[in-house]
């Protein structure tokens, strides 16, 4: 989930508890599982050309009512959820991490953080190597453009 950067807390109702999360910089993939999970937006997105980062704002931070979706839902492990004193609160968002996207070959448009492009090939999850130096759009019109160069071989043109 996105939401513009450096929102304030102003306004907001005095908490009884905070939570402070913190990410493993080793392991985090980058996949955004935790930010799309948050439900309240205290993870979030901020995006620049050629990088992509993840903020956490205690402020708006429940602990999914103990349940902690962003710490359950991560699949390496990279989060962790503690309470804190209200008192502990920072009082801005703070940067759990950050990360450069990858470039499209062809297009030169930034299309998946690299960090996340490596796990997705570690672990045998998306198609080989070469394919994945481009963006789905243009993975898309490369995979057009062969099928029509073998219909047209096939039609004998
Ligand atoms: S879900 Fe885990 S691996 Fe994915 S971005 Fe969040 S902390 Fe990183
Ligand atoms: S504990 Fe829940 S509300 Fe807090 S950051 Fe994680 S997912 Fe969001």
Redesign the pocket.
Known sequence: MKRKSGSSRKGRKPMKEAWRVE??TD?????????N?CPTQA?FLRRTDRKVE?LFDSGLCNGCGGEIY?EI???????TATRIPVEGLPSEPVL??AGEMAICLDCGRPYMPER?LA?LLEQGKITPKPVQKFCPACRRDRLIDSYLSITDRIAGK
């Open positions: 990410f493993n392991t985090c993939s980058l996949c955004e599982m935790c930010v999970r993870l993840i962003c839902h991560c699949p390496e492990a990279a989060v759990l991490i996340k796990a």
